[in-house]
């Protein structure tokens, strides 16, 4: 297996609600990352796990909280977003510096 | 801290033809990791080639190629024959040497292949 698989593919929700994105891969990396698209503009680091613990926030909001259960899956839990916050997030993985492997991303609209 | 510069937001060439993305990198590091990525519509972002700074070696995957000039910290990308599928957003990406595996990426270039 040699993917990162994210879901949901599309999620829209309101400013109220909460929401989870869930992020998988069993390549037996040992470092996941969450990053934040805007259309047209290049991909914003937002949190690196390494070893299952939170070593990089790129000081993120806390409307936005990270969560890595085990090796193989990266949550990112959504609460009381703006609208602003409607991105692409994509979730990646790496095993050193042999470059990262990309999930196709989540498309978060904000209602 | 690095920074990545891609000059040219949007390019465009017929397919068949050799394409040269240019990219430029700023950085007080001497061993570090460059990076091609390919973003389709599909949104998935895509590896297409990997550069190791302290190797003098140009990195080549199938039609595409570096020339990675340490010296001006320049790393472009050709595309030799391309084709309709390469049309994408292209990013350059860099990667230091100390452990954290952080990518820092260009603006993209946006290459659209013409029939």
């Known amino acids: 297996d040699t993917e990162v698989t994210q879901t949901p593919k599309h999620l829209v929700m309101g400013m109220t609600n909460k929401k989870s994105l869930k992020c998988e891969q069993h390549m037996g990396h040992r470092a996941m990352y969450w990053y934040k698209q805007k259309a047209k503009k290049p991909p914003e680091l937002m949190f690196v796990?390494?070893?299952?613990?939170?070593?990089i926030n790129e000081s993120v909001p806390s409307r936005f909280s990270p969560e890595c259960p085990n090796s193989s899956l990266l949550n990112l839990h959504l609460h009381a977003l703006q609208p602003e916050d409607s991105a692409l997030y994509l979730c990646?993985?790496?095993?050193?510096?042999?470059?990262?492997?990309f999930g196709s991303g989540t498309r978060l609209t904000v209602v | 801290a690095q920074t990545v510069t891609q000059s040219q937001p949007e390019m465009s060439v017929q397919d068949a033809e050799t394409v040269t993305l240019s990219c430029t990198y700023d950085t007080s590091e001497n061993n570090y990791y460059l990076f091609w990525y390919k973003q389709p519509p599909s949104r998935q972002m895509i590896l297409v080639i990997r550069q190791e700074a302290y190797k003098q070696q140009n990195a080549t995957e199938n039609r595409f190629s570096v020339n990675f000039q340490k010296a001006a910290k320049s790393f472009s990308l050709k595309i030799s024959d391309s084709q309709l599928g390469d049309t994408a957003m292209y990013f350059c990406?860099?990667?230091?040497?100390?452990?954290?595996?952080?990518?820092?990426f260009g603006t993209g270039t946006r290459l659209t292949i013409i029939p």
């Open positions: 990406a860099f990667m230091d040497n100390f452990g954290n595996e952080k990518l820092t």
């Open positions: 990646a993985s790496t095993q050193g510096n042999y470059g990262y492997t």
């Open positions: 796990y390494s070893y299952e613990k939170l070593s």
